[in-house]
């Protein structure tokens, strides 16, 4: 009996504490919403006004024809699948190279590979910079897209290696026996094998390029070339009242830029679980 109701309290503490950890994400989000939803007056009221008297769906008509969001939807959109498809490639060939093509100082150069993880991004900026002025792909998409087809996103190479290494050797023999080589093998038995890993590094790779600011931030001078989250941040400077930034017109533009991010992760959430959940299967 002290065993069960034991159980029982544990159980109600952990649902306790991941509600309260569930309300405490969702808090900006709501708030977010219901301010994309409040007029002028409302933002700007002390004490802040949780609930908006009325529902002013005309926010949204202002905000989205104020800010030009088609084209920069379509840039952010251009840039992110790209994103995608290089990272996919590049990094599948380099997981498929450490996992399965054994050489000399392979596990030394993934450890090599790996520790790079701990090297912050701004440390790289200027000799990035520098190279891509040289070449003269500033204001372009090129920069934002062109290292992702050069295997540089060592979370994406490492989860695949993990797939890849538990996956039985008997089916790359069996292939090699029919006379495949190592390409056929690896996009005929190991990426059909692999996919809740590719779509988690998708997911990934979408959610850090639909975010992204400091990328476009240096490398896209032209506003035709915004992408939306440089775009937003233009949008609230030079968007600015009297009384300060029209912050309801800003929460309805972050709404709108959010709902793709929603929607994939909702229809891709089993297969993405799956994907974190089996990475560290076999090292």
Request: net charge positive.
């Amino acid at each position: 009996m002290n065993r069960e109701r034991s159980s029982i309290f544990s159980r109600v503490t952990i649902y306790a504490l991941l509600l309260g950890g569930a309300v405490a994400m969702l808090l900006p989000l709501v708030w977010m919403v219901l301010t994309s939803f409040k007029s002028f007056e409302e933002v700007l009221a002390s004490p802040p006004v949780w609930l908006p008297k009325r529902i002013r769906w005309e926010n949204y008509r202002e905000a989205l024809t104020t800010f030009d969001f088609i084209r920069y939807f379509a840039n952010s959109t251009l840039v992110a699948a790209v994103n995608i498809a290089g990272t996919l490639v590049s990094c599948s060939l380099a997981a498929y190279a450490f996992a399965r093509l054994p050489a000399r100082g392979s596990k030394l150069l993934f450890a090599l590979l790996l520790s790079t993880t701990m090297l912050p991004a701004q440390v790289t900026v200027i000799p990035l910079f520098s190279w891509f002025s040289a070449l003269g792909l500033v204001n372009t998409f090129t920069p934002l897209m062109l290292p992702a087809w050069l295997g540089t996103n060592v979370f994406a190479i490492f989860l695949l290696r993990q797939f890849f290494v538990a996956i039985p050797k008997d089916f790359a023999e069996a292939a090699r026996v029919d006379g495949a080589s190592e390409l056929r093998i690896l996009f005929s038995v190991y990426l059909p094998l692999s996919k809740p890993a590719l779509l988690t590094i998708a997911v990934f790779t979408f959610l850090g390029s639909w975010n992204d600011l400091w990328g476009p931030l240096l490398y896209l001078h032209d506003e035709s070339k915004y992408t939306l989250p440089i775009a937003l941040l233009n949008f609230v400077g030079l968007a600015g009242q009297a009384r300060g930034s029209p912050w309801h017109l800003v929460m309805a533009v972050s709404t709108v830029m959010m709902l793709p991010v929603v929607v994939i992760f909702f229809l891709a959430q089993r297969r993405f679980i799956e994907g974190i959940a089996a990475s560290g299967i076999k090292a």
